[in-house]
């Protein structure tokens, strides 16, 4: 391998700060993107979908958990995927490896959900082995497909939710919001897209309500908090105190467009 030119540390300095102003702006447009998805219609679904979770049949509104939004990851694990049946397929199963914990998703009243072919036991099998501990349901309907020889789809004649939402063949990710007991399909997100999902930021950011803090360019109207105040170690969400700073998280690159509000340093 040809080694990069070797330079002093102002020099080093001096480029790392050349790149750090197209850093930024990426940032921005990554940030203008998400206030676009914030203002995309909604699409209404309106046909009934039922899965297998650990509790038995549930249907789409169930894997909202009581929370105002969802977001549902079609994972390939199932019979006919190479690694069946000790694994998922090995891309599936590195985006389920980025996920964060869940509970920094809870926070903001989102739901992420994987969803499969393979039965109850078999999904429970391979999440204790890969310690993965996101909601995990089985889908069922598509006629045809290697998973009805291993499970009985008699109860999910009005499924085929893979089919309905564009993950029948790949992966993808799509995210609902609901109103009192209607679903409706916010956005979705598929192929080189899911690269860069995992992080808490990257799946507020897919949601109609995004972060749901006060800096975002959001729809009027929109739930919205202070940043960093919601912020809280994954098992303590239950009291929630604003988090504090022992130092501003930015005070060596200060963006002057960042439209987030400094933190308060103790």
């Given amino acids: 391998m040809k080694l990069s030119p070797i330079v002093s540390q102002p020099e080093w300095d001096a480029a790392r700060q050349k790149l750090l102003v197209r850093e930024k702006e990426l940032t921005r447009a990554r940030d203008a993107l998400a206030a676009e998805r914030r203002r995309m219609p909604w699409l209404a679904v309106d046909k009934e979908y039922e899965f297998d979770g650990p509790n038995g049949t549930a249907s789409l509104l169930d894997l909202f958990e009581g929370r105002r939004q969802l977001i549902v990851y079609r994972a390939f694990l199932e019979p006919g995927v190479s690694g069946w049946p000790e694994h998922a397929c090995r891309g599936c199963s590195l985006i389920a490896d980025q996920v964060a914990d869940v509970a920094h998703l809870n926070a903001r009243d989102t739901t992420l959900a994987f969803a499969s072919r393979a039965p109850q036991p078999d999904i429970e099998r391979v999440k204790a082995r890969m310690g993965w501990t996101m909601p995990w349901y089985t889908m069922a309907g598509s006629s045809g497909s290697a998973f009805d020889n291993a499970f009985d789809n008699s109860a999910f004649d009005n499924s085929a939710f893979d089919t309905d939402f564009g993950v029948d063949e790949w992966h993808g990710t799509n995210a609902f919001i609901r109103d009192g007991d209607r679903v409706f399909r916010t956005y979705f997100i598929n192929n080189r897209g899911d690269e860069a999902l995992g992080s808490t930021w990257s799946y507020l950011d897919m949601t109609a309500l995004g972060r749901q803090e006060d800096w975002e360019d959001s729809p009027e109207g929109h739930p919205q908090t202070p940043p960093y105040a919601w912020w809280n170690w ?33």
């Fill in 234 to 266: 994954h098992d303590e969400y239950g009291d929630v105190r604003p988090a504090q700073w022992w130092s501003d998280p930015d005070s060596d690159d200060v963006d002057p467009a960042d439209p987030r509000p400094r933190p308060t340093v103790p």
